[in-house]
């Protein structure tokens, strides 16, 4: 069966860009990153991409007067490199409703945290303000409102009685780096589908759970 052609956008680091890579370059991946887009040149995670001997395209915000003139530009890369979903993995810009349309059922985002609880910034300072007993991390198809739609994969992870923003967000990040794979495989795979604001995954076997919990 052909590959799914993906793009991954970023902002930053990439370390979720390369739990993709490294998920790809199986040969049984269901998927291939035909492109890796960023909105910054300084994004480290370019480097990840050339080193993987990915093509890569730096489109800077800052060059468009507005977000619609931002966005149609992604569309139009995105377009010309053929691709049949885009991931975010950090990407920290927000998407205008035209392009999350545009794009629906065809995009989706990593975010970490259990959603619907704590979406936005700082999530990691808020679940400890909380004091909740778990954090994680969610899949989700992109729907115009951030960090919102419908969940893929959720993994949850303990939260420990001296943790901190940083040794939460170093714990939730690992379950990331299974959790994004796992639901590009099943996107991949064509297992996903999206009823109003759920999905149901078809024919999923335990090792696809959509529940992960890394602490297992
Ligand atoms: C990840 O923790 C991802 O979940 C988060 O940014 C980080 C990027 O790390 N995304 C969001 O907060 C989106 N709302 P990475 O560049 O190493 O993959």
């Not at 049984?28 to 990915?54: C, H, K, S, W, Y």
Request: aromatic share 4%; proline share 7%; charged share 20%.
């Amino acid at each position: 069966m052909a590959r799914l052609k993906i793009a991954v956008l970023i902002s930053g680091r990439g370390s979720n860009l390369q739990a993709l890579i490294d998920s790809c370059a199986q040969p049984d991946f269901p998927a291939e990153i035909t492109l890796v887009m960023a909105n910054r040149a300084d994004a480290a995670g370019l480097q990840r991409a050339a080193d993987a001997g990915i093509p890569t395209q730096v489109i800077p915000h800052k060059n468009y007067p507005d977000r619609e003139t931002f966005d149609s530009a992604m569309t139009a890369a995105l377009e010309q490199a053929g691709v049949g979903l885009v991931c975010l993995a950090g990407f920290m810009r927000l998407l205008t409703p035209g392009f999350v349309e545009h794009w629906r059922d065809r995009l989706i985002n990593i975010h970490p945290s259990l959603l619907p609880s704590f979406p936005g910034l700082h999530t990691h300072e808020r679940a400890l303000a909380q004091g909740v007993r778990f954090g994680g991390c969610t899949v989700h198809f992109v729907r115009a409102e951030m960090d919102n739609g419908p969940i893929i994969v959720q993994a949850a992870v303990p939260v420990l009685p001296n943790d901190d923003a940083d040794t939460l967000a170093a714990r939730v990040l690992e379950a990331e780096h299974r959790a994004y794979p796992l639901a590009l495989r099943l996107v991949a795979e064509g297992r996903v589908n999206v009823i109003g604001e759920r999905t149901e995954v078809s024919g999923a076997p335990g090792h696809l759970s959509t529940q992960l919990n890394p602490s297992d």
